[in-house]
T-cell receptor
Framework: NAGVTQTPKFRILKIGQSMTLQCAQDMNHNYMYWYRQDPGMGLKLIYYSVGAGITDKGEVPNGYNVSRSTTEDFPLRLELAAPSQTSVYFCASSPPGIRTDTQYFGPGTRLTVL | ELKVEQNPLFLSMQEGKNYTIYCNYS?????LYWYRQDPGKSLESLFVLLSNGAVKQEGRLMASLDTKARLSTLHITAAVHDLSATYFC?????????????FGQGTRLTINP
């Protein structure tokens, strides 16, 4: 298993540009999450999904959109990039079952908006 | 609103010493996680603590949970350089079966020879 994969690893955007951060998992996990990590801080939840076709907002959803058309993929869309969105973005997934639901994190995407 | 606070935020210690990182949280939760992050890397799960009094140990790290005090500790015994990293605690609550994790600010641990 590749686990949780994210692309790209690095990206520089200009203000106002759009992009999609890709996330995929091959562990057949129901639950998927997007977090952002600002320098020197913990992670904050942007959006999450409990399964294909079902998504919901986390703590900091403004400026982002998500979709979940398949179990494997959970892309994050930035429509109008702003400097405040400069951050490292982590995707995570977890299996069903209350006793076994540790979240597994991808390698991250480092995004800079100039 | 669930808040999670870690202290200290920075910790520099010598090899061979013992120390404890504290994680306080503001509302009831059914589980608490400890993660490790190396510079420029992703998060690695260390421990999940499910109930009051839970204690887990892996090598030189031991984590415990006191749900009544809303406190978890990560104890480092006889530190070695390889344990240098940032450590995060995260508290979970469940919505629609999914977990929402709230992270502490992290403790940046540096272990000097």
């Amino acid at each position: 298993n590749a686990g949780v994969t994210q692309t790209p690893k690095f990206r520089i955007l200009k203000i106002g540009q759009s992009m999609t951060l890709q996330c995929a998992q091959d562990m057949n996990h129901n639950y998927m999450y997007w977090y952002r990590q600002d320098p020197g801080m913990g992670l904050k939840l942007i959006y999450y999904s409990v399964g294909a076709g079902i998504t919901d907002k986390g703590e900091v959803p403004n400026g982002y959109n998500v979709s979940r058309s398949t179990t494997e993929d959970f892309p994050l869309r930035l429509e109008l990039a702003a400097p405040s969105q400069t951050s490292v973005y982590f995707c995570a997934s977890s299996p069903p079952g209350i006793r076994t639901d540790t979240q597994y994190f991808g390698p991250g995407t480092r995004l800079t908006v100039l | 609103e669930l808040k999670v606070e870690q202290n200290p935020l920075f910790l520099s210690m010598q090899e061979g010493k013992n120390y404890t990182i504290y994680c306080n949280y503001s509302t009831t939760s059914d589980r608490l996680y400890w993660y490790r992050q190396d510079p420029g890397k992703s998060l690695e799960s260390l421990f999940v603590l499910l109930s009051n009094g839970a204690v887990k140990q892996e090598g030189r790290l031991m984590a415990s949970l006191d749900t009544k005090a809303r406190l978890s500790t990560l104890h480092i015994t006889a530190a070695v350089h390889d344990l240098s990293a940032t450590y995060f605690c995260a508290v979970a609550w469940r919505i629609q079966g999914a977990q929402k994790l709230v992270f502490g600010q992290g403790t940046r641990l540096t272990i000097n020879p």
